[in-house]
């Protein structure tokens, strides 16, 4: 493997994959004994970063380790990442793959590619420490938004999911340590960041800090103009983050909130800290202060417990939320999790119906949504590439907008008015 390869990364799942993939990959970038090529291409080197969250996504892993072995049969393959945590003996011995690194040595991987290139054999010791630091990471400037990692892992015990187990326990650097690495991040203004974790309402936990208090702190750093939350559990959406987003001018109204069931039954099924109350509680707080926020909501259907009556029961309760649109799950059985060993109630057709429905009642309240900003005016954040001759972006409270491409909107924060909404669900505007 001596001399200048070629590699490729691909990345699967969330947001927080993304970042630490972007920060994982970035040494190669930098170094002139490698050239980046897409994943699509012949490279000599095809770098997985895997997810585990579904049985699909694990397929999808598995597919793609398929392909790029035809693509060269004499290729070097690494997967890493939360499929390669749980199963890393399979994946090895039944997919032709080099190496397989779990979610601690994923970030030496710089240095063990490198020994391999000069012909030196690394040491990989998988799974060598019970407890596994906090190691922060953010994507790259290759995009117009920075996914900027706060905290890793999951102290919840959801009867369906399998990330505890994959993450470890929950874990972050302390406010301090976060803001030094923030105010690094921005010497070079950032136009929009996302902090992103496995379950960030939890942050600073061991250090007796919260959530609430970085966002504050964050909010103070000049260079970042925009500052998006990810998923958040319902339980740790404190009252006062929900009022300092809505007294900020830096924090976007955007929430993505999980709530797996509208049923109380199933929720305590799930394991799940909270009931629907809770969650209502939630929506219309977020409502009173800021009528035109997005509130995206987490949905799992045919949970294996779930009676019909139980899914009439969270369309029911959905229907008369007013949230903005659903990402819906069909439930996937994973491996050494409660739900695995659970009585299927639920037969797969009744799952597709479900989910079917579900992603009916989205797309209603996703236009409805829509129709509710209609006329208005928002600064819109474009985006760093084209698509049939438009470019997008997203307003404040995470409107897709689209206008005729113009090379000097890239990466650029400009106030429109929304006139109408396309055929693909996206604002057509009219820049100010």
């Given at each position: 493997m001596k001399g200048k390869?070629?590699?490729?990364?691909?990345?699967?799942?969330?947001?927080?994959?993304?970042?630490?993939?972007?920060?994982?990959?970035?040494?190669?970038?930098?170094?002139?004994?490698?050239?980046?090529?897409?994943?699509?291409?012949?490279?000599?080197?095809?770098?997985?970063?895997?997810?585990?969250?579904?049985?699909?996504?694990?397929?999808?892993?598995?597919?793609?380790?398929?392909?790029?072995?035809?693509?060269?049969?004499?290729?070097?393959?690494?997967?890493?990442?939360?499929?390669?945590?749980?199963?890393?003996?399979?994946?090895?011995?039944?997919?032709?793959?080099n190496i397989v690194l779990d979610n601690q040595?994923?970030?030496?991987?710089?240095?063990?590619?490198?020994?391999?290139?000069?012909?030196?054999?690394?040491?990989?010791?998988?799974?060598?420490?019970?407890?596994?630091?906090?190691?922060?990471s953010y994507s790259g400037s290759d995009r117009t938004r920075v996914f900027f990692k706060i905290q890793d892992g999951c102290d919840y015990n959801c009867s369906y999911c399998i990330v505890p187990k994959?993450?470890?326990?929950?874990?972050?650097?302390?406010?301090e340590k976060t803001i030094e690495k923030l105010n690094v991040l921005a010497e070079n203004p950032v136009k929009e960041l996302v902090l992103t974790g496995v379950n960030?309402?939890?942050?600073?936990?061991?250090?007796?800090?919260?959530?609430?208090e970085l966002l504050k702190e964050i909010s103070k750093i000049d260079n970042i103009q925009r500052l998006r939350i990810s998923s958040i559990e319902p339980d740790l959406l404190?009252?006062?983050?929900?009022?300092?987003?809505?007294?900020?001018?830096?924090?976007?109204?955007?929430?993505?909130?999980?709530?797996?069931?509208?049923?109380?039954?199933?929720?305590?099924?799930?394991?799940?800290?909270?009931?629907?109350?809770?969650?209502?509680?939630?929506?219309?707080?977020?409502?009173?202060?800021?009528?035109?926020?997005?509130?995206?909501?987490?949905v799992i259907a045919g949970f294996p417990t779930e009676t019909e009556d139980d899914f009439k029961k969270t369309v029911r309760f959905l229907e008369n939320l007013p949230v903005s649109y659903l990402h819906v799950f069909?439930?996937?059985?994973?491996?050494?999790?409660?739900a695995a060993d659970m009585?299927?109630?639920?037969k797969p057709y009744d799952k597709k119906i479900r989910s079917n429905t579900l992603k009916e009642l989205s797309q209603n309240k996703l236009m409805a949504f829509y129709e509710l900003n209609k006329c208005k005016e928002?600064?819109?954040?474009?985006?760093?590439?084209?698509?049939?001759?438009?470019?997008?972006?997203?307003?404040?409270?995470?409107?897709?907008?689209?206008?005729p491409y113009k090379e000097n909107l890239v990466n650029q924060l400009k106030k429109v008015y929304l006139r109408e909404i396309s055929d693909d669900i996206k604002y057509e505007c009219d820049i100010l």
């Open positions: 390869l070629k590699i490729a990364f691909y990345t699967f799942g969330c947001k927080l994959n993304f970042s630490e993939a972007s920060s994982i990959s970035s040494s190669f970038f930098d170094c002139d004994n490698y050239e980046i090529v897409n994943i699509y291409d012949q490279a000599d080197i095809y770098v997985l970063n895997s997810c585990s969250v579904t049985a699909n996504a694990e397929k999808k892993c598995i597919e793609l380790i398929r392909r790029v072995r035809r693509q060269n049969s004499n290729a070097f393959i690494v997967v890493m990442g939360c499929f390669a945590q749980l199963k890393p003996d399979s994946i090895k011995s039944q997919y032709n793959v040595n994923k970030y030496d991987l710089f240095d063990i590619i490198e020994k391999y290139r000069t012909g030196k054999e690394p040491e990989i010791n998988l799974f060598d420490k019970k407890e596994v630091d906090f190691i922060s994959a993450r470890g326990r929950s874990r972050s650097d302390n406010i960030i309402g939890d942050f600073g936990k061991r250090h007796n800090e919260s959530f609430f404190e009252d006062d983050i929900i009022k300092l987003v809505a007294e900020s001018s830096k924090i976007m109204p955007h929430f993505h909130i999980p709530l797996q069931s509208g049923s109380d039954k199933v929720l305590k099924e799930m394991k799940r800290k909270y009931d629907t109350r809770l969650f209502a509680n939630k929506v219309y707080k977020i409502k009173e202060l800021m009528p035109l926020a997005c509130i995206a909501v987490d069909k439930f996937s059985k994973r491996e050494n999790t409660i009585e299927n109630v639920c928002y600064d819109v954040l474009f985006e760093n590439k084209a698509s049939n001759g438009f470019i997008s972006g997203y307003t404040p409270n995470y409107l897709k907008v689209k206008t």
